[in-house]
């Protein structure tokens, strides 16, 4: 039974590490997966943890090959996966509130992109602009559509997370 729980983990952190990338390159052809104005739809599965804790690794994972292939600096690889972790860590342990499961991530982006397209880029926008524009980005994108993924997965929880376990009540 752990080899079939480990197998399963592996495949559904694998599987939300290829959709944040997919989500990720399909929404750079808009350019809007990087730089100060960015809405990068793939943040909406920063609300899978409330669901499984294999969302917190493939987040991190689909995060870092993203900022990869988009031909991110370094210091974003490193640094935007690591608001994205931070993100997903902070969503699994809100997952029992009915809203403020979104905000890690939201937060946690805010908070460290501006840092880093100031000082790895070198965009000479204000901290508290670029605080706003990727805050608003991250607001669309975990807390209108997570919100609205979280509301039909929910539907759904019991065949595609049925042996996490521990889900939402809601």
Same mark, same amino acid.
């Given at each position: 039974?752990?080899?079939?729980?480990?197998?399963?983990?592996?495949?559904?952190?694998?599987?939300?590490?290829?959709?944040?990338?997919?989500?990720?390159?399909?929404? +750079?052809?808009?350019?809007?997966? +990087?730089?100060?104005?960015?809405?990068?739809?793939?943040?909406?599965?920063?609300?899978?943890?409330?669901?499984?804790?294999?969302?917190?690794?493939?987040?991190?994972?689909?995060?870092?090959?993203?900022?990869?292939?988009?031909?991110?600096?370094? @210091?974003?690889?490193?640094?935007?996966?690591?608001?994205?972790?931070?993100?997903?860590?902070?969503?699994?342990?809100?997952?029992?509130?009915?809203?403020?499961?979104?905000?890690?991530?939201?937060?946690? +982006?805010?908070?460290?992109?501006?840092?880093?397209?100031?000082?790895?880029?070198?965009?000479?926008?204000?901290? @508290?602009?670029?605080?706003?524009?990727?805050?608003?980005?991250?607001?669309?994108?975990?807390?209108?559509?997570?919100?609205?993924?979280?509301?039909?997965?929910?539907?759904?929880?019991?065949?595609?997370?049925?042996?996490?376990?521990?889900?939402?009540?809601?």
């Amino acid at each position: 039974m752990e080899k079939k729980r480990s197998a399963l983990f592996i495949t559904q952190a694998a599987m939300i590490a290829a959709i944040y990338v997919v989500m990720t390159l399909f929404i +750079n052809v808009f350019n809007l997966a +990087n730089g100060a104005i960015q809405v990068r739809i793939s943040e909406a599965l920063t609300i899978l943890p409330v669901f499984t804790t294999a969302a917190i690794p493939g987040l991190f994972i689909g995060c870092l090959l993203s900022n990869t292939l988009t031909g991110c600096v370094i @210091w974003d690889i490193i640094f935007g996966s690591i608001a994205t972790l931070l993100g997903a860590l902070g969503s699994r342990t809100l997952r029992h509130t009915k809203f403020l499961y979104t905000l890690p991530p939201v937060i946690s +982006n805010a908070v460290i992109v501006p840092l880093v397209l100031k000082y790895a880029y070198g965009l000479g926008d204000a901290y @508290w602009y670029l605080f706003a524009t990727v805050g608003i980005g991250e607001i669309l994108s975990v807390c209108v559509l997570g919100t609205v993924l979280r509301t039909v997965l929910n539907r759904y929880k019991g065949v595609i997370f049925k042996d996490e376990g521990n889900h939402t009540a809601d």
